[in-house]
C-alpha cells in the first residue's frame, strides 16, 4: 500500500505545510466518527496546525490533542484528534417542548425513508438559535436520494451526530461530512457501502477474504459475542403530586433470527406528558432499539498486507458487504466491513479490519 500525503491546515483552512509523519494510525469507521494520530518532528509544529488533509482518503481530521515529546535527544509532537463527522455532535437533538430556542422545529418525529429522515434531523438541527446567540455548524447539505428503509424516530435528546448514525445503520448506510479542498466547503452525504458478497444484486465483483485464496497472511481473527444483546426491557418512570408510574416494554431485535434472547436493561428519562399513549409506545422502542445497537456481535479481523491481491480502496472499501472464508475455523460469514485502522510506520503499512454482526452461512 502507497503512502498518502498529509497537508497542515489551519482555522480557516488555509495552508500552513505538508506533514512529513515518522508514524501514522489512520482509523476509519462506518457507524460512528473515526479518529487520527500522527508524530511530526518538533521543527516541523506550527501552533497555526488545526486540520490535517489528505487527498487520499475521504476524511478530513480536527486536532484536538497536542502532545510535545523529548526522549532520549528525539524531539517530537504528537497530533491527535477526530474525523469531521464528529462535528454533528457539537448540536443536540433536544426533546419537543417548551424552549428558549427561537428556531425549535414544531414536529414530534420524522418517518419515511432512513435517508430523509436523516436529512431531515440535519437540517433542521444544524442551528441553535436563541434570542441572543447562535451555534452554526458550517457544514452544507447535500440532497436526499431517499435511499434506505422506513424509519420512524423521535427527538429523544441526544447528541445530532449519535442520531443520524442510529437513523442509517439499520439500512446499512452512514454519513460523513467531505472536506472541498478547491471550494473550502464542508458537504454533509449519506453514503453506502457496496454489496461484494457472491452472486449480489448488483453484479459487483464479489470480495472473499480468505485463507484458502491466499489473500490473507498472518490473519488473527477474534469473534466477540461477550456485550451481546438482542432484547431490551425498558423502564420509564413518571413523577407526578410525588408519586411514581411506572411504564416497561420489552422490545425484541427484529434482524435477529436467533430466538435465545439476551436483555438489556435500559432506563428512559423521557417526559410522558409530551406524547399521546401511541407515540410514547413507539418513542420507547426507538430508544430500546437503540440501545440494542450499542451491543451487537463483532468481528475484528487483523492480517499482513495484501501485497498482490485485493486492493484497499479500490477493489474494496469501508462499508462493503464482504465475504470471509476460514475454512480451519469452518467458518463462512458475511459482515459488512465497519472499521479500517492503518498504522504506517517506518514506510511500512499494515491495517487492521473490523467487521461487524456476522451472518454465519451454513456449510
Not at 414536529?107 to 452554526?136: C, H, M, P
Request: charged share 25%; glycine share 6%.
Amino acid at each position: 500500500m502507497k503512502g498518502f500525503n498529509i497537508i497542515a491546515l489551519d482555522k480557516n483552512y488555509q495552508i500552513v505545510s505538508l506533514l512529513r509523519f515518522t508514524n501514522l494510525q489512520w482509523n476509519r469507521k462506518y457507524h460512528e466518527s473515526g479518529s487520527f494520530s500522527m508524530q511530526i518532528p518538533l521543527e516541523q509544529y506550527s501552533p497555526h496546525i488545526k486540520y490535517i488533509y489528505t487527498k487520499d482518503r475521504p476524511e478530513m481530521g480536527k486536532v484536538t490533542q497536542i502532545n510535545y515529546i523529548d526522549k532520549d535527544r528525539f524531539r517530537c509532537v504528537q497530533l491527535s484528534g477526530y474525523f469531521l463527522e464528529k462535528t454533528l455532535d457539537r448540536h443536540i437533538v433536544y426533546q419537543n417542548g417548551t424552549s428558549n430556542i427561537v428556531n425549535a422545529p414544531s414536529w414530534l418525529y420524522q418517518s419515511g425513508s432512513a435517508e430523509d429522515v436523516a436529512y431531515a434531523y440535519f437540517n433542521d438541527f444544524r442551528t441553535i438559535k436563541t434570542s441572543s446567540a447562535e451555534s452554526f455548524l458550517q457544514i452544507t447539505p447535500k440532497s436526499s436520494q431517499s435511499r434506505g428503509k422506513y424509519s420512524i424516530h423521535y427527538r429523544n435528546g441526544e447528541y445530532l451526530g449519535w442520531k443520524v448514525y442510529d437513523i442509517l445503520k439499520p439500512s446499512g448506510m452512514s454519513y460523513r461530512v467531505a472536506y472541498d479542498f478547491i471550494q473550502n466547503t464542508n458537504q454533509f452525504e449519506v453514503w453506502s457501502g457496496i454489496d461484494r458478497t457472491e452472486g449480489n444484486a448488483d453484479r459487483n465483483n464479489p470480495i472473499i477474504f480468505s485463507t484458502k485464496y491466499g489473500n490473507i497472511k498472518n490473519p488473527d481473527i477474534l469473534l466477540d459475542e461477550t456485550n451481546y444483546k438482542n432484547a431490551c426491557l425498558i423502564v420509564n418512570e413518571q413523577v407526578n403530586d410525588e408519586k411514581s408510574t411506572y411504564t416497561a416494554r420489552a422490545v425484541f431485535s427484529l434482524d435477529e433470527t436467533d430466538t435465545e434472547y439476551s436483555f438489556l436493561y435500559e432506563q428512559s428519562g423521557l417526559n410522558k406528558n409530551d406524547y399521546t399513549d401511541a407515540e410514547f409506545s413507539v418513542v420507547l422502542e426507538n430508544e430500546a432499539r437503540n440501545a440494542i445497537s450499542q451491543h451487537m456481535k463483532s468481528m475484528n479481523v487483523e492480517f499482513d498486507a495484501m501485497e498482490g491481491s485485493y486492493e484497499y480502496m479500490k477493489d474494496f472499501d469501508l462499508g462493503d458487504l464482504c465475504s470471509i472464508e476460514i475454512p480451519e475455523m469452518s467458518l463462512s460469514v458475511q459482515a459488512r466491513l465497519i472499521g479500517c485502522y492503518e498504522v504506517m510506520k517506518s514506510g511500512k503499512w499494515s491495517m487492521t479490519m473490523e467487521f461487524g454482526t456476522p451472518i454465519l452461512l451454513g456449510k
